[in-house]
T-cell receptor, first 113, second 110 residues
């Protein structure tokens, strides 16, 4: 058990819809990272927040947005969903200093019909 | 470009040591080497990381070449539970972003 909690575990929705994925980091961790894993692209970094502020951005689409709240949990919002957004979305957390281990949750599997 | 090169797959027998190689020939002086693994149907799991010298923890050992252009993850006694995809990742400078490649799929035979 990594201590990182992601909800929901599975999400099925239709094209054009909007969903919110939630992540609770390990106790004491200030940084949250979001990654997307698809069959064709592999694991890709999307975005990082540190103590409520955006710290780094990766290959995140404009239709996607994230935030980290004062209690340090984070949400990833995906809108105008397309079939290609079907993937596993992982959240990870760390203490927030560079080169420290990231601890991953079990992911949310998003299926777009 | 934080590129690393790993074999696509490797096989091992249970209770034998496993040496997983990684090439990172363009590494810079401040780049760290990290290893993560992903078991089936799970999120990636941190294994070990290092900068210059060899590192050991309860899960594995990391041997980094003197010129730092390659490294080897060593599992001292493979178990069936070690069957996973192993990712060798190089972090550039102070970046915390993990750039995953295709990794090495390790099969452990009973």
């Amino acid at each position: 058990d990594s201590g990182v909690t992601q909800t929901p575990k599975h999400l099925i929705t239709a094209t054009g819809q909007r969903v919110t994925l939630r992540c609770s980091p390990r106790s004491g961790d200030l940084s949250v990272y979001w990654y997307q894993q698809s069959l064709d692209q592999g694991l890709q970094f999307l975005i990082q927040y540190y103590n409520g502020e955006e710290r780094a951005k990766g290959n995140i689409l404009e239709r996607f947005s994230a935030q980290q709240f004062p209690d340090l949990h984070s949400e990833l919002n995906l809108s105008s969903l397309e079939l290609g957004d079907s993937a596993l979305y992982f959240c990870a957390s760390s203490v927030g200093y560079s080169n420290q281990p990231q601890h991953f949750g079990d992911g949310t599997r998003l299926s777009i019909l | 470009d934080a590129k690393t090169t790993q074999p696509n797959s490797m096989e091992s027998n249970e209770e034998e040591p496993v040496h997983l190689p990684c090439n990172h020939s363009t590494i810079s002086g401040t780049d760290y080497i990290h290893w993560y693994r992903q078991l089936p149907s799970q999120g990636p799991e941190y294994v070990i990381h290092g900068l210059t010298s060899n590192v050991n923890n309860r899960m594995a050992s990391l041997a980094i070449a003197e010129d730092r252009k390659s490294s080897t993850l060593i599992l001292h006694r493979a178990t069936l539970r070690d069957a996973a995809v192993y990712y060798c990742i190089r972090t550039q400078g102070g970046s915390e972003k993990l750039v995953f490649g295709k990794g090495t799929k390790l099969t452990v035979n009973p």
